[in-house]
Nanobody, 116 residues
Framework: QVQLVESGGGLVQPGASLKLSCTAS????????MNWYRQSPGKHRELVAS???????DYADSVKLRFSISRDNTKDTVHLQMNSLKPEDTAMYYC??????????WGQGTQVTVSS
């Protein structure tokens, strides 16, 4: 059974940092593109950061220079380092694994709240 489990969310003040982790079980992530999405109430789910199986990264304009995605294939884990957090970063953050032939998987999400 494939599972993606996110962790690391929480309540922080503006300007703080958080590091999210996503650990896979029942699969090896090495062939998958790994992505972090987020969704706020009343808004569509948006792609925040992605990393290809080759380690190439991409970011939404709203998080560039503040967020950093990384992967450790040996641990089947992906991280999202979030710095200089803003209230508008408040959302449920979801981990996603995608491969055009092997399929797509989602985690259950971890809540990030940025508030003073």
């Amino acid at each position: 059974q494939v599972q993606l489990v996110e962790s690391g969310g929480g309540l922080v003040q503006p300007g703080a940092s958080l590091k999210l982790s996503c650990t896979a079980s029942g699969m090896r992530i090495n062939i998958y593109a790994m992505n972090w999405y987020r969704q706020s109430p009343g808004k569509h789910r948006e792609l925040v950061a992605s990393i290809t199986k080759f380690g190439v990264t991409d970011y939404a304009d709203s998080v560039k220079l503040r967020f950093s995605i990384s992967r450790d294939n040996t641990k089947d884990t992906v991280h999202l380092q979030m710095n200089s957090l803003k209230p508008e970063d408040t959302a449920m953050y979801y981990c996603n694994a995608f491969h055009p032939k092997s399929g797509e998987y989602w985690g259950q999400g971890t809540q990030v709240t940025v508030s003073s």
